[in-house]
């Protein structure tokens, strides 16, 4: 950064600070100095295009106490939480505010050092989104799956891993490969390469998994198939071989069950049997359509603590 660079940031630094920390008009800011209003409006917004402001509104989250107990009973949870929501609202604003929500509740979780993997998907995205707003905590962020070339950067794990890294200034431990590829033989080569070696290493020390559920058929398409991931002739090929959905990116039955397919083997570090290992697997998951995959991904033990909105809840709770 030059003398110049430098002098802009302590300027838009002190000007944010006048504005948002000392409640100074916009006026009162510009007379101090001795410029327009409008040059200390364009202060500000680059203030926040650079990210020397960031604003969160904090909501007050509400639970269903009486269903959490119920799905910790039902399905041997170490923690559930229930949000209860408006009526009535759409579903992407219901995955909006439960990312909200369980980024509040796993926040605590994040200690200094502490590994946690990510797979990928849209509630996900506003986990992480939320995650960032928090103040920054040293952890590892480490990538569980590989790259699906997604346009949409909620089905990108790398695009997670970068955000949260970035706004908490902290590790990130990439996996450099596709999200599938045709063979096992072409996943062990990809895995000898020395640039995912440090991702196989940290897979093996995770502290905890965040993920994401979804059904192969139903009501609402695979969120893979929809997004152009798998096409019509892989969707009949897994549902031949028993796949029921995937908890981010691992293929499941309807008993919760691991499913290998052949042709399509999942880029991961973490095989299914470890996964089932690491201490705190987060699920997070929202929409009455996906209760099967749901209750199938509980009753085969993948979360020890899972969150959902009220709607989804009382469907699984029966």
Same mark, same amino acid.
């Given at each position: 950064m030059n003398k110049t660079e430098y002098q802009k940031y302590h300027l838009l630094a002190d000007a944010a600070q006048m504005y948002y920390l000392e409640g100074l008009q916009q006026s009162e800011i510009a007379k101090h100095f001795n410029v327009s209003r409008s040059m200390i409006s364009r202060l500000l917004a680059e203030a926040q295009d650079k990210g020397l402001v960031q604003i969160r509104i904090r909501r007050l989250f509400q639970r269903n106490k009486e269903l959490e107990h119920k799905l910790c009973r039902v399905y041997g949870l170490e923690d559930a939480g229930v949000l209860i929501l408006p009526e009535p609202l759409l579903l992407e604003k219901r995955k909006e505010l439960i990312g909200g929500f #369980?980024?509040?509740?796993? +926040? %605590?979780?994040?200690? %200094?050092?502490?590994? &946690? $993997?990510? #797979?990928? $998907?849209? #509630?996900?995205? +506003? &986990?992480?989104r939320s995650l960032s707003s928090l103040h920054p905590v040293d952890i590892n962020c480490i990538q569980l799956v590989g790259c699906l070339g997604a346009t949409e950067t909620a089905f990108d794990a790398h695009d997670l891993v970068q955000t949260l890294s970035t706004a908490y200034g902290c590790h990130a431990v990439y996996l450099y490969a596709p999200f599938q590829v045709a063979s096992t033989d072409v996943r062990a080569q990809l895995f000898i390469n020395r640039s995912n070696k440090d991702n196989v290493d940290f897979c093996r020390r995770l502290d905890i998994v965040l993920a994401s559920v979804s059904p192969l058929n139903g009501e609402r398409p695979s969120a893979l198939l929809s997004g152009g991931h798998i096409d019509p002739e892989d969707v009949e090929c897994m549902t031949a071989l028993g796949v029921a959905g995937d908890i981010g990116g691992y293929n499941i039955d309807e008993k919760g069950c691991p499913v290998d397919v052949p042709h399509m083997v999942r880029m991961t570090g973490l095989s299914a049997q470890q996964y089932l290992l690491v201490p705190e697997r987060i699920g997070v998951a929202v929409g009455e359509y996906k209760c099967p995959i749901i209750t199938a991904a509980l009753d085969g033990g993948w979360f020890t603590r899972f969150y959902t909105d009220e709607k989804t809840a009382a469907s699984l709770a029966g």
């Open positions: #369980t980024a509040e509740l796993i +926040y %605590p979780m994040l200690k %200094p050092a502490v590994n &946690i $993997g990510l #797979t990928f $998907g849209s #509630t996900l995205q +506003y &986990i992480v």
